[in-house]
């Protein structure tokens, strides 16, 4: 805890902590690391105050990682909650989320849909290396030179 963190009320700590694991959960999501998102959101979501706009902000956030891991259901349910948030703005979040999760899912046809050819199939070609997943070519960077000092000025 830095010296600033400790002049503060054990309240605006549990903010300040609210708000860098907000920062991680966001950064988990962005990243594709949903059940670690989830977690650290659920910890943000017990340091904020309930009802602030920061909680709430948690909780949209959590809505998101919840729709990412798949998991509709909860997604739903928190969303839910949050149409009686009394911050206005996560109100109408909530409300757009909402609309968006129940919205019915759209039947697919298989001639809607276009299958590409695995090109990592393709013997001989340099193609298959290049666009495989993970094959891309990629420039690798010389390495570093080991910095050495210079001996002294014997002058």
């Not at 054990?10 to 999501?29: K, M, N, S, W």
């Not at 904020?48 to 998101?64: K, S």
């Not at 999760?101 to 199939?121: F, G, N, Q, S, Y």
Request: aromatic share 4%; proline share 8%; charged share 25%.
């Amino acid at each position: 805890m830095s010296q600033d963190e400790a002049k503060l009320s054990p309240a605006q700590q549990d903010r300040l902590r609210a708000e860098q694991l907000l920062l991680r959960g966001q950064a988990a999501i962005e990243a594709g690391a949903y059940r670690a998102s989830i977690d650290l959101l659920l910890q943000a979501s017990a340091l904020a105050q309930p009802l602030t706009a920061l909680h709430g902000e948690i909780q949209v956030w959590l809505v998101t990682a919840y729709q990412a891991q798949g998991d509709s259901g909860r997604a739903i349910e928190v969303c839910t909650n949050l149409k009686k948030h009394p911050d206005a703005g996560v109100r109408d979040q909530a409300k757009q989320l909402l609309y968006i999760l129940e919205a019915p899912r759209l039947a697919t046809k298989t001639d809607w849909i276009v299958e590409m050819p695995d090109l990592a199939a393709v013997e001989g070609t340099e193609t298959a290396n290049q666009w495989s997943r993970g094959g891309g070519r990629q420039a690798k960077e010389p390495e570093p030179e080991p910095w050495i000092p210079e001996p002294p000025d014997p002058e």
